[in-house]
């Protein structure tokens, strides 16, 4: 999976995407809930709490993005339905490419996050086997010390 051709898409639309939140927002019909889903997903893309932190780089800001287009999406569904396509056209995207871009950023998310298990898997299974190994190397050490001390003994 090439990720950027992928997500690169997504990226160049993502002010158009922030236009039509705006647009949303300021939708007459449109009421305190869905308003509030869409302030909601702004303050959970800029806060450093998240699900998945930031410092993941990719993961982390893949679930903000996330968050941010099913806040939209979810808002779309509460504006009456011969709106929203004038709002989609007034920021020249079209409804499939919100449709197309959550897919691919659900689809890379899971990716990513499985890649990063894998990832994180190897490293407990290495660091398994090092305190494994770690432990034998200082029980044989502990073992054949009291050999040598019950020979000097002996003697």
Excluded: C
Excluded at 77 to 85: F, K, N, Q
Excluded at 99 to 120: T, W
Aim: charged share 25%.
């Amino acid at each position: 999976m090439d990720w950027r051709q992928e997500l690169g898409p997504v990226v160049k639309r993502l002010p158009r995407y922030g236009r039509l939140g705006m647009r949303i927002y300021r939708e007459p019909s449109l009421g305190p809930i869905p308003r509030g889903l869409l302030l909601a997903a702004v303050a959970y893309s800029v806060s450093p709490l998240d699900l998945i932190p930031g410092v993941l780089i990719g993961v982390g800001q893949l679930d903000d993005l996330l968050f941010m287009l099913l806040a939209i999406e979810r808002s779309l569904r509460l504006i009456p339905v011969e709106r929203v396509p004038a709002l989609f056209r007034s920021v020249g995207l079209h409804p499939d490419n919100l449709r197309r871009d959550i897919q691919v950023v659900r689809k890379l998310a899971v990716f990513l996050g499985y890649q990063g298990g894998r990832l994180a898997w190897g490293a407990l299974k290495g660091g398994g086997r090092l305190v494994w190994q770690t432990g034998r190397g200082t029980w044989r050490l502990g073992r054949n010390t009291w050999r040598w001390a019950r020979k000097i003994r002996q003697r």
